[in-house]
Structure formats: structure tokens, C-alpha cells
């Protein structure tokens, strides 16, 4: 019940395209799900995150997909950009649960110029 | 990056040889973490401190300890290291004041022969 899984594993996209990631969650007393970025080298950073009580986010060309019926969510990156290659984790948070979030095993995100 | 620096950035040990990392944070943040990434895994929690002197374990705590005697300071132990543990290891911080996002530190990489 503590899992998130997160698909595809590795994902081609042409610049310009949009590519989405997905994630599924059992744990119906998650109350938050970040997405990170990481780029090679570096730590994960925050890029976008939505609570249950909204369907979707949007910053920029990055948007939130969730479906608290589905228990799941997915981000969606417009136009996307060779800059835009990096790996992206979805991760939740449990409540009450000292702030510790779940991650999803990652998704490598090619953009072919 | 939340002035979060880690402490070696690389390290090469052999197996059964005691290791400590250092997190090391500039902005008195409350709760620090740290985690292990490998392949197909994700970041998977090792432990997590919620103050001076208060940890607990996280998903993959055995074979690992933690200290924390001042607020800035969050130190990883490996008592008797393993090739399984051969990793990248990143601590990180979660801000207060009603946000949830944790950030990261630049990583350390371990490898254990």
C-alpha cells in the first residue's frame, strides 16, 4: 500500500512533442504528490506538485494530471524541449507521516532535437 | 539549493570499513533526510531526523545509522560497509512555514569493493 508506481521507464519524445509520465498510487491517505527533475549529477529538484483536492495544475508547459478515483496522476510536458531531458520521479506523502514522501522508480526522458 | 552541502561528494572504501557522510545545512531547517538512489529504484529513504537528536528509520534503514547533534549537522554511518551499498547517497531538507518540498543535497557517490 505504500508503493507508487511510475511508468514508462524510459520515454523518446521529438522536440515539440508532449510527453507524459504516469503514476499510480494504492495508499488512499496520500495527501501530496510532487514531481522532481533531476538532471545527471545533481540532486532531484521540485518542478511541480498538486494536493487531491484539484483534478490539475499547470506551470508553464508542465501540468498535473490527477484522478483521485483512479488514485492516479501524471505530468504532461507541452513542447517539449531537448533542455527538458532529465530523469522524472513522481513521489507521495502520507499523511501524518513526518513529512516522508514515496517515490516512483523514475522516468529517463529523451527529447530528440 | 537551501545551502545544502555534502561531505565527501566521492568516496571508494572496502568491504567491512566503517563510513561516515556528512549533510550539512546553513538554514536551521527542521527536518533533514537521507536517501539512496540506484537504478530501477528510485530514492528509497534510509532515515530522517525531525530534530536535534530525533531520527527514525525510513524504508531501508539496516546497516545504517544516524546522528544528529546540532541542527546543521546530519551524519550517515555505515558500521561495517557492503557491496550492496554501493550508491548514491543524498541527503536532503524539507523547508517549514506550510510547504512540503524537500531539497536536495549534490550527492555523494559511494562505492564499496
Known amino acids: 500500500q505504500q508503493q507508487v508506481k511510475q511508468s514508462p521507464q524510459s520515454l523518446i519524445v521529438q522536440k515539440g512533442g508532449i510527453s507524459i509520465i504516469n503514476c499510480a498510487y494504492e495508499?488512499?491517505?496520500?495527501?501530496?504528490f510532487p514531481w522532481y527533475q533531476q538532471f545527471p549529477g545533481k540532486g532531484p529538484a521540485l518542478l511541480i506538485a498538486?494536493?487531491?483536492d484539484v483534478s490539475e495544475k499547470k506551470e508553464g508547459r508542465f501540468t498535473i494530471s490527477f484522478n483521485k478515483s483512479a488514485k492516479q496522476f501524471s505530468l504532461h510536458i507541452m513542447d517539449s524541449q531537448p533542455g527538458d531531458s532529465a530523469t522524472y520521479f513522481c513521489?507521495?506523502?502520507?499523511?501524518?507521516?513526518?513529512?516522508?514522501?514515496?517515490w516512483g522508480a523514475g522516468t529517463k526522458l529523451i527529447i530528440k532535437p | 539549493d537551501a545551502g545544502i552541502t555534502q561531505s565527501p561528494r566521492h568516496k571508494v572504501t572496502e568491504t567491512g570499513t566503517p563510513v561516515t557522510l556528512r549533510c550539512h545545512q546553513t538554514?536551521?531547517?527542521?527536518?533533514m533526510y537521507w536517501y539512496r538512489q540506484d537504478p530501477g529504484h528510485g530514492l528509497r529513504l534510509i532515515h530522517y531526523?525531525?530534530?536535534?537528536?530525533?531520527?527514525d528509520k525510513g524504508e531501508v534503514s539496516d546497516g545504517y545509522s544516524v546522528s544528529r547533534s546540532k541542527t546543521e549537522d546530519f551524519l550517515l554511518t555505515l558500521e561495517s560497509a557492503t557491496s550492496s551499498q554501493t550508491s548514491v547517497y543524498f541527503c536532503?531538507?524539507?523547508?517549514?512555514?506550510?510547504?512540503?518540498?524537500?531539497?536536495f543535497g549534490p550527492g555523494t557517490r559511494l562505492t564499496v569493493l
Open positions: 536532503a531538507i524539507k523547508t517549514s512555514g506550510g510547504t512540503d518540498t524537500q531539497y
Open positions: 538554514e536551521n531547517h527542521r527536518y
Open positions: 531526523s525531525y530534530g536535534v537528536k530525533d531520527t
Open positions: 495508499n488512499t491517505a496520500f495527501d501530496y
Open positions: 498538486i494536493r487531491p
Open positions: 513521489a507521495a506523502r502520507g499523511e501524518g507521516s513526518n513529512y516522508q514522501l514515496i
